[in-house]
């Protein structure tokens, strides 16, 4: 924080504004991006440095790009903005550039740009098959697919069986989901799982589960046997 001073016609006492604690800041740099794959209207957060707050600047705004598309930005500390992926994004390894704007008096007048290149861009996911293709309450089911994002690039995951929300979700690769049933009702159920949160294109689906009733053993034969 700095301190800024005025003098008027030459100095003298009385002659002198002095106002402080102006914030004189660093380029602002953007380090890294989480998660570090991410679909198209999804959601990321970019790290960094020097990027300036709403206190010290009510009227600071950003804007920012991946791999050259426009993406929304919002500021939401000095250490971090959020950013949502735009429409027409390429699918690939990409850039992305995050550019501040001050505010103030007469409009915006002074920027910063920082560029970093981390992000991937995925197609939507999709699930193509799950093994086995029936089970119970509590039971696993694995599903297979593609363009997961995988725990490495910070995927999570959840997932919804015939309307009911999964016990639990997990990424084993980019292709391939473990999913525990929750209280799901009996009959034939689409799962649905979701990467990061959701967003448009974040979801892959499949149709034509089965949902079992517990097992039930009524009768046996014969009532009696030898070892």
């Given amino acids: 924080a700095s301190d800024v001073n005025v003098t008027f016609n030459g100095g003298g006492t009385g002659a002198q504004a002095l106002k402080s604690a102006f914030y004189v800041l660093s380029k602002p740099i953007a380090t890294s991006t989480a998660p570090l794959a991410a679909y198209v209207s999804s959601s990321i957060t970019l790290t960094g440095a020097n990027f300036i707050t709403s206190a010290q600047d009510a009227a600071a705004s950003c804007s920012a790009a991946v791999g050259g598309t426009s993406a929304q930005c ?52 999709s699930v193509s098959t799950f093994t086995p293709l029936a089970g119970y309450q509590s039971s696993s089911i694995t599903l297979t697919g593609a363009n997961f994002i995988t725990p490495e690039q910070g995927g999570v995951c959840s997932a919804v069986v015939g309307g009911t929300a999964a016990a639990s979700c997990s990424i084993s ?8 049933l929750g209280a799901s009702s009996a009959g034939a159920s689409d799962v649905n799982v979701t990467f990061n949160g959701g967003g448009t294109g974040a979801q892959g689906t499949k149709a034509l589960f089965t949902v079992l009733s517990a097992p ?7 009532l009696a046997g030898y070892q």
């Avoid at 919002?74 to 903005?81: K, P, S």
């Avoid at 001050?102 to 007048?109: E, R, S």
């Fill in 74 to 125: 919002e500021l939401v500390n000095a250490t971090t903005a959020k950013l949502t992926i735009g429409p027409g994004t390429i699918v690939g390894a990409s850039t992305v550039q995050i550019t501040i704007v001050t505010g103030g008096a007469g409009g915006a007048h002074n920027t910063g740009t920082s560029t970093t290149s981390i992000l991937t861009v995925l197609s939507a996911p």
């Fill in 173 to 180: 690769s980019a292709t391939s989901v473990v999913v525990v």
């Fill in 216 to 222: 039930s053993v009524s009768t046996f034969t014969p």
